[in-house]
């Protein structure tokens, strides 16, 4: 983690995004010299009052009252700065002239860049984004940016020209080629652009939305249906389930090519690298180029998802919901749309308020199993089982011919009938979701760890979860596992070594510590073991578990030599 947040500030610095310095500069001594209050009500005040907004995901607020504190002390590095990204984050006009203020500020260039294309001044815009430096961020951004400036200007040959030395051996080529491919398709230079848009395929490796809607796009526009709808179906995959629902839409959309001009090209490069840095835990810049995608394309639906997801993870759910705001009815991905809002619904505590827009997307769309499967998902957090099976039978009878990707709805039913203590029920629900897809670690441990905890089938089990292990094998809930089947096979010290493993790697796991409390006990090692168990106690482990922690202390441990739970 300590590497992550590394990086995180290393972006931000890199393009002077955010100052968080610089209330060091903007103290109550050094604002008294220029005639501004030192109490919190003056330019200190208004300055740590915009810190705390732009952290709760509140830029208007946060803009408003950096304005404010350089309307008293104008020219404040540090205040133009932090009022800069918020104008920009939040859409104020204001961005632009400050901007004009921060020459060294990266973010600042690309807003001045922005604001020449959609001026349609192409060269302005071409030397604004050539002043960039040719490293870090910049370094991916700018032949994309540079060439889509040519491009705008009408020198399709020198676009492609600018990309063309990233064709090769270059660590992003599948998005240059992407690009190049685009370039191409926009100009009318059919060879050039099938021949890109296969090298961006094959360089990706696999499919994401964007990719799958441009590759799409021009399967169908060139006359192969059938290829743009496998091309749209081989997104819809476990990973990103939620697609299916929108495939029909999607593929409907396709007779338009997604990216209509230069502007939109560049737009597609800002949300390119905002994906890339949403991966590196670096949001708070994804954030920065996405609203700089948005303003160029406000129809861009991708990059409101991105950003809403991105404000979902740092639980700003209200703000989410304010970013996925503008889409419409008749957007292609409107049902992936209301599913996300579902989701943060719930996240904001208002389930019956979920429930309701499930039923209403369920009736919607009655061939997608997508809204029952989120109602069953919702009602097993809430432990409402029963209900939970319920609503996942009624989305498995959608689902004519269960297909690989469908592995995880039988997962979640088979938790589902093992909390409602129908095991046979969930032990079919784990084979069937094993025959779809053989390898997944999770089915596997799920059910090599239950059928151990049962004293069942235990050769059985530990192959399970040495299988699994070999896909996640720093993962401790699976190390947990393995344990778990070595202290039922009465390995008691290969156990206790196992147990510790788990325990480093998920050291504040209920369960875990408990389990390695039990092998301590089976070892002889009983202080270790009591010291275990009363840890467990503190990570608030559910009522059941507690009990049996509790018992174990108060007899003990003499439970555990006769049940091991």
């Known amino acids: 983690m300590?590497?992550?947040?590394?990086?995180?500030?290393?972006?931000?610095l890199a393009i002077s995004l955010l100052s968080a310095c610089?209330?060091?500069?903007?103290?109550?001594?050094?604002?008294?010299?220029?005639?501004?209050i030192g109490a919190p009500s003056g330019v200190f005040g208004d300055y740590l009052v915009g810190r705390f907004a732009m952290s709760q995901a509140d830029p208007q607020t946060a803009a408003t009252q950096f304005l404010r504190g350089l309307a008293v002390r104008p020219g404040d590095a540090d205040l133009v700065q932090s009022a800069f990204i918020a104008c920009l984050v939040s859409g104020r006009t204001e961005a632009v002239q400050l901007a004009r203020e921060l020459p060294d500020s990266q973010a600042?260039?690309?807003?001045?860049?922005?604001?020449?294309?959609?001026?349609?001044?192409?060269?302005?815009?071409?030397?604004?984004?050539?002043?960039?430096?040719?490293?870090?961020?910049?370094?991916?951004?700018?032949?994309m940016l540079v060439a889509w400036a040519q491009q705008g200007?009408?020198?399709?040959?020198?676009?492609?020209?600018?990309?063309?030395?990233?064709?090769?051996?270059?660590?992003?080529?599948?998005?240059?080629?992407?690009h190049a491919a685009l370039i191409a398709d926009q100009a009318g230079r059919t060879a050039e652009a099938a021949k890109l848009y296969h090298t961006a395929q094959v360089e990706f490796g696999g499919t994401n939305l964007r990719l799958a809607q441009m590759l799409a796009s021009w399967e169908m526009r060139h006359g192969h249906p059938a290829e743009a709808q496998h091309v749209l179906a081989s997104m819809a995959t476990s990973d990103t389930p939620q697609m299916a629902i929108a495939l029909p839409a999607l593929l409907a959309a396709t007779k338009t090519p997604p990216v209509r001009n230069a502007t939109d090209g560049i737009a597609e490069a800002y949300l390119a690298l905002a994906a890339t840095l949403r991966q590196q835990d670096a949001g708070n810049f994804a954030m920065v180029l996405l609203r700089l995608a948005m303003d160029l394309r406000p129809d861009l639906t991708a990059a409101r998802i991105l950003a809403a997801d991105i404000l979902q993870d740092d639980q700003h759910y209200d703000s989410a919901l304010q970013m996925l705001a503008p889409v419409g009815a008749d957007d292609p991905l409107s049902p992936v749309i209301r599913l996300q809002r579902a989701a943060i619904a719930e996240q904001l505590g208002h389930t019956d308020e979920a429930m309701q827009e499930l039923q209403r997307i369920a009736h919607d769309y009655p061939d997608s199993p997508l809204p029952m499967v989120r109602q069953g998902d919702l009602l097993r957090t809430k432990q409402r089982f029963t209900d939970a099976i319920a609503a996942y039978d009624r989305a498995v009878a959608l689902i004519k011919t269960p297909t690989e990707s469908d592995w995880l709805l039988f997962y979640d039913r088979g938790t589902s009938y093992d909390r409602a203590h129908q095991w046979d029920k969930a032990q079919a629900d784990f084979?069937?979701?094993?025959?779809?897809?053989?390898?997944?670690?999770?089915?596997?441990?799920?059910?090599?760890?239950?059928?151990?905890d049962k004293s069942e089938h235990l050769p059985q089990a530990r192959d399970m979860v040495e299988k699994a292990l070999q896909h996640r094998p720093n993962d401790g809930a699976i190390v947990d596992s393995l344990g778990w089947v070595m202290f039922r096979q009465g390995q008691i010290?290969?156990?206790?070594?196992?147990?510790?493993?788990?325990?480093?790697?998920?050291?504040?796991?209920?369960?875990?510590?408990?389990h390695l409390g039990d092998a301590y006990w089976a070892a002889g090692r009983k202080l270790e073991a009591a010291y275990q168990w009363r840890r467990a106690l503190t990570f608030n482990p559910e009522p059941d578990d507690a009990a049996k922690l509790e018992a174990k202390l108060q007899n003990g441990g003499q439970a555990t030599l006769v049940s091991g739970q």
């Open 2 to 12: 300590q590497h992550v947040q590394s990086a995180r500030r290393a972006f931000l």
């Open 22 to 36: 610089g209330a060091a500069d903007i103290s109550p001594s050094k604002g008294a010299s220029h005639g501004a």
């Open 431 to 452: 084979q069937h979701a094993l025959k779809l897809s053989p390898e997944q670690p999770y089915v596997l441990n799920y059910f090599g760890y239950t059928w151990a």
């Open 493 to 514: 010290t290969d156990a206790v070594k196992t147990l510790e493993r788990a325990v480093e790697l998920q050291p504040e796991d209920a369960e875990i510590n408990g």
């Open 108 to 143: 600042a260039q690309l807003l001045l860049g922005e604001v020449a294309a959609r001026a349609g001044h192409w060269q302005a815009a071409e030397q604004q984004f050539r002043t960039l430096p040719h490293q870090g961020l910049t370094q991916f951004l700018q032949p």
């Open 153 to 178: 200007d009408g020198r399709t040959d020198a676009a492609l020209a600018t990309l063309r030395p990233y064709l090769d051996g270059q660590r992003f080529r599948g998005v240059y080629a992407l």
